[in-house]
Nanobody, 121 residues
Framework: VQLQASGGGLVQAGGSLRLSCVASGRGSDNYHMGWYRQTPGNERQFVAAITWSGDVSNYAHSVKGRFSISIDNPENTVYLQMDNLKPEDTAVYYC???????????????WGQGTQVTVSS
């Protein structure tokens, strides 16, 4: 399974960005999906996850109410809508996929290449 993430960029605090991640390869339509983020010198942190069917989702406490994860099954694409962005949201964001619900890094089978999100104050 290959994951191609896009949509990162530079935005002012309070602004919005929408990340996309397209999954391709054999069986990619049966994987649970999610997003993680990482800043220099720190471990990769969970942001949000969603089941392949889209019926269950979870968020890190720090983004709950501001970020929304969704999945488009026919297109094998997962989205992360990020609203009311804060400077502390600045990080490289990674798309994740797994046969198990990817609510922790141990359950991730595949990672995307990462996309930079920078929020200026």
């Amino acid at each position: 399974v290959q994951l191609q993430a896009s949509g990162g960029g530079l935005v002012q605090a309070g602004g919005s960005l929408r990340l996309s991640c397209v999954a391709s390869g054999r069986g990619s339509d049966n994987y649970h999906m999610g997003w993680y983020r990482q800043t220099p010198g720190n471990e990769r942190q969970f942001v949000a996850a969603i089941t392949w069917s889209g019926d269950v989702s979870n968020y890190a406490h720090s983004v709950k109410g501001r970020f929304s994860i969704s999945i488009d099954n026919p297109e094998n694409t997962v989205y992360l809508q990020m609203d009311n962005l804060k400077p502390e949201d600045t990080a490289v964001y990674y798309c994740a996929a797994g046969l198990k619900y990817v609510a922790n890094t141990g359950r991730v089978d595949y990672w995307g290449q990462g996309t930079q999100v920078t929020v200026s104050s």
